[in-house]
């Protein structure tokens, strides 16, 4: 078999070349290899735990001068000295600073981002039944927002564009965003972004500290309703910490995709595309899903041949190489089995029944469906939100949208007539569970008491 032969010829170039591993679902020990392979930050989350609640503590208790410590810890300036609101002068003046052609692209990828999730707007709705009793829902903006935008190993001013735009459809009166500067230095394409997106208020402070005070609240900034947006390890985790307290969006975790792909697609773009996942950081997961043998090899060779062009090579080969890989599979059906079961943040589907076979997958953040739907053009200005569930969370849970920056409240008014039948039936269901004082103030409303 080819399989075999390749794998022979590959095992002693692995580590020298940023390969993936190569598995087979015919090998005894598939759903072990294929579990270790998706679990691979279990022992990560549980080393950060501690650190994150000491800062999460420190933060409440201290408040601004926890942020300022933590900030001089690990970004490297004196906040309290230089201050760790940005200026809402300075943040307009990122947006004239910038060239212009970024800055029409931020403003394309907001239009486009506020066309798709005016679409998830939802309004109030109500009806009245027979006897006049009037039931419904009540949807509300959340009042205040606070956004995390990452700042380490790169910047993300489309994270700004999609968490800010969504919240801003829905109706959120105050958005707060937090991000890392490094030794102080601004980054224009973030301050541009939030000052397309409406961005009330910008803090210049990161990692756990930044969540634990969007949750807490300090003199400087003010606590929050609800967290949203991506993050590292620790930022994930202080989330995880302060949920209850305040709302989050979801707990990301690493960057991962799924390329389904048959030889219908040019194997460069599909190493290309993995690629893309890959330099977000070394523990970001890029996985290849097929049933032909042939495509797995001709992806591997053009891994081999255009990972040295790569200007973030390094981080690349060490994603692909740590957490990486080719899966084999024997058919379609197995095909559709695996990727419901691994339900990536990204699932690039190109092969001649893409359509077909989109449809027939139930588990994935975000669906890229032909081989002209990169990836990374989702990233930016597609449309849809780039804040997607990681970690196999796609099973329960959805992308970023309008819906999270609403709240629902239930209306019940129920009219004298309505009270005879609901307050009946209550009654029975209330005495069943022992619960009498429930039973009788549905009785107290009953024509014959």
């Known amino acids: 078999m080819w399989l075999l032969h390749a794998q022979l010829n590959t095992d002693r170039l692995i580590n020298m070349s940023g390969l993936p591993k190569i598995l087979s679902t015919q090998a005894a020990d598939f759903s072990t290899q294929l579990d270790s392979l998706l679990h691979r930050d279990a022992e990560q989350v549980a080393g950060v735990e501690q650190t994150v609640a000491q800062v999460i503590a420190d933060v409440a208790q201290q408040g601004d001068q926890a942020l300022f410590n933590y900030t001089k810890q690990f970004d490297g300036f004196d906040a309290e000295a230089r201050g760790i609101e940005v200026p809402e002068w300075r943040i307009k003046q990122a947006l004239e600073d910038i060239p212009l052609k970024q800055r029409d692209a931020l403003q394309y990828a907001a239009d486009r981002v506020r066309q798709y999730h005016q679409k ?17 829902q009540k949807v509300t903006p959340i009042k205040r927002v606070g ?7 790169a910047t993300y001013p489309s994270s700004v ?7 801003k459809v829905a109706g959120v009166k105050e958005l707060i965003v937090t991000s890392p500067t490094p030794k102080g230095e601004y980054n224009d394409m973030v301050l541009a972004a939030a000052s397309i997106a409406g961005v009330d208020r910008v803090f210049r402070v990161g990692g756990a500290q930044a969540i634990a005070a969007l949750a807490y609240g300090t003199k400087t900034i003010p606590a929050v309703d609800k967290v949203t947006g991506p993050g590292n390890i620790y930022v994930a985790t202080a989330k995880k910490q302060v949920f209850g307290r305040v709302g ?3 707990i990301a975790g690493p960057s991962e995709v799924l390329v389904i792909a048959d030889d219908s697609v040019n194997p460069e773009w599909v190493a290309m595309d993995l690629f893309a996942q890959a330099e ?34 390094d981080i690349i080969r060490s994603s692909l190489t740590q957490n990486g890989a080719v899966i084999v599979a024997q058919n379609r059906q197995e095909v559709v089995t695996i990727a419901d079961y691994i339900a990536a943040e990204h699932l690039e589907v190109f092969t001649e029944d893409a359509t077909q076979l989109a449809e027939d997958i139930t588990n994935a953040g975000a669906i890229f469906i032909g081989p002209y739907s990169a990836e990374s053009l989702g990233d ?7 804040v997607l569930p ?16 609403q709240k629902r409240t239930s209306m019940i008014q129920v009219s004298q007539a309505g009270a005879q039948t609901i307050g009946k039936n209550a009654s029975v269901l209330a005495r069943g569970e022992s619960l009498t004082a429930h039973a009788r103030s549905a009785e107290y409303r009953l024509d014959e008491s």
């Open 161 to 167: 564009i999609m968490n800010a735009i969504p919240a």
């Open 147 to 153: 956004l995390y935008v990452p700042g380490g190993k």
């Open 280 to 313: 977000h950081d070394e523990i970001a997961q890029s996985i290849l899903l097929t049933t032909d043998e042939k495509v797995a090899g001709n992806v591997i060779a053009a891994i081999q041949k255009l990972l040295p062009s790569m200007e973030r090579a």
């Open 120 to 136: 998830q707007l939802q309004e109030s709705w109500s009806y009245t039944e027979a006897d006049g009793t009037k039931l419904g």
């Open 380 to 386: 930016y200005c597609a449309g849809p939100n780039h």
């Open 390 to 405: 990681t970690s196999g969370t796609a099973r329960f849970t959805s992308p970023l949208g309008v819906y999270d920056f």
């Open 248 to 250: 989050i969006d979801m």
